[in-house]
């Protein structure tokens, strides 16, 4: 059974900081890899997805990397700004690209 | 253009009653997702729908809860003789051909009273 595990579960900051998040799985016969960003009461909202075969993802600020064979992947974001400031989530889909396990997410502040 | 809707937004039932759940993807998405999230737990999955193959009913937690999307498009979840351990926010999500990408709603948050 997979599991994904995020660390830390919160994280503070001071604006302009560079800061990495930390995802890691047990089961590396994965599909694809996703990360998404949740703010509090609403729904998820996809940041960056990385499938099996690629090492990274960058949009913006952000840059995601996968390392299958580790069972890792990390989010980057640089210069961080208050607006920032959501919990992360990041999820891993099985061989046939359709269930998806969630880790229960980082909390990030950015402090302005 | 539009995203994921899901309705209602919020929803309130007393202990035994069904409800119904309201998912539309975003048109022309081929799959969907539906999701729980319990407060202070992470997003769990509970089914998934992919063109017109049997759906991923692997994480229904019990037979009281049921989904079915019609004409490949919009998606109900039913949970019968609902039981406070139901609350939770019920996330709907889906994803175009040729892509995995998830995209989410708002989400339905259900009280069981």
């Known amino acids: 059974k997979q599991e994904v595990t995020q660390i830390p579960a919160a994280l503070s900051v001071p604006e302009g900081e560079n800061l990495v998040l930390n995802c890691s799985f047990t089961?590396?016969?994965?599909?694809?890899l996703q990360w998404f960003r949740q703010d509090p009461g609403k729904g998820l909202t996809s940041l960056l997805l990385?499938?099996?075969?690629?090492r990274e993802q960058t949009s913006g600020r952000l840059n995601a990397s996968l390392d299958k064979s580790s069972g890792r992947s990390t989010l980057y974001i640089a210069a961080s700004q208050p607006g920032d400031s959501a919990t992360y989530l990041c999820a891993v889909s099985g061989t046939n690209a359709g269930k998806s396990t969630f880790g229960d997410g980082t909390t990030l502040t950015v402090k302005p | 253009g539009a995203g994921v809707s899901q309705s209602p937004s919020n929803k309130v039932t007393e202990k035994g009653k069904d409800v119904e759940l309201r998912c539309d993807p975003i048109?022309?998405?081929?799959?969907l997702y539906w999701y729980r999230q319990s407060l202070g737990q992470g997003l769990e999955f509970l089914i998934y729908f992919q063109g017109n193959s049997a759906p991923d009913k692997s994480g229904l937690p019990s037979d009281r809860f049921s989904a079915e999307r019609t004409g490949g498009s919009v998606s109900t979840l039913t949970i019968q003789r609902t039981q406070q351990e139901d609350s939770a926010v019920y996330l709907c999500?889906?994803?175009?051909?040729?892509?995995?990408?998830?995209?989410f709603g708002p989400g339905t948050r259900l009280t069981v009273l």
């Open positions: 990385i499938q099996s075969s690629q």
């Open positions: 048109s022309g998405h081929t799959a």
């Open positions: 999500a889906s994803t175009p051909a040729g892509s995995d990408e998830q995209f």
């Open positions: 089961d590396s016969a994965i599909y694809n």
